[in-house]
C-alpha cells in the first residue's frame, strides 16, 4: 500500500498560483494511477486530474481544464498539481489517491491521503 501525504496549500488571491505536492511512501509507487480529488464546504468530494503510472496518460476535469496540469516524478515518489488562473470556486481541501489500474480514471480509488486545504479570496 502506498502511503500519501499531501503538501502545498494555502491562501491566495484570485488570479493567483499554487502548486501541490504528494510524497508517497511504498514501493508500488511507480505502477500507480495517481489523482486529485477535492471537496468544497457542504459538498460531495470531486475528481480533478489524474495520471497514469508512466505519466503519458493525463484527465482533467472540465472545471479545470486549461488552468491546472497534473505531472509526476517516480524517482522522487511525488505527484504535483499546478494550478493557475485560481478562483475562489477552487477553494477546497485537495485529496491526492492511488490505485492500480487507470481505467476508469475519475473513479475506484482505494487509497487517500489526508488532504491540503486551498483558499483563494476574490
Known amino acids: 500500500q502506498v502511503q500519501l501525504v499531501e503538501s502545498g496549500g494555502g491562501l491566495v488571491q484570485a488570479g493567483g498560483s499554487l502548486r501541490l505536492s504528494c510524497a508517497a511512501s511504498g514501493r508500488t509507487f511507480s505502477s500507480s494511477t495517481l489523482a486529485w480529488f477535492r471537496q468544497a464546504p457542504g459538498k460531495e468530494r470531486e475528481f480533478v486530474a489524474a495520471?497514469?503510472?508512466?505519466?503519458?496518460?493525463?484527465h482533467y476535469a472540465d472545471s479545470v481544464k486549461g488552468r491546472f496540469t497534473i505531472s509526476r516524478d517516480n524517482a522522487k515518489n511525488t505527484v504535483y498539481l499546478q494550478m493557475n488562473s485560481l478562483k475562489p470556486e477552487d477553494t477546497a481541501v485537495y485529496y491526492c489517491?492511488?490505485?492500480?489500474?487507470?481505467?476508469?480514471?475519475?473513479?475506484?480509488?482505494?487509497?487517500w491521503g489526508q488532504g491540503t486545504q486551498v483558499t483563494v479570496s476574490s
Open positions: 495520471i497514469s503510472w508512466g505519466g503519458g496518460m493525463t
Open positions: 489517491a492511488s490505485k492500480g489500474t487507470y481505467y476508469p480514471p475519475r473513479d475506484r480509488y482505494n487509497n
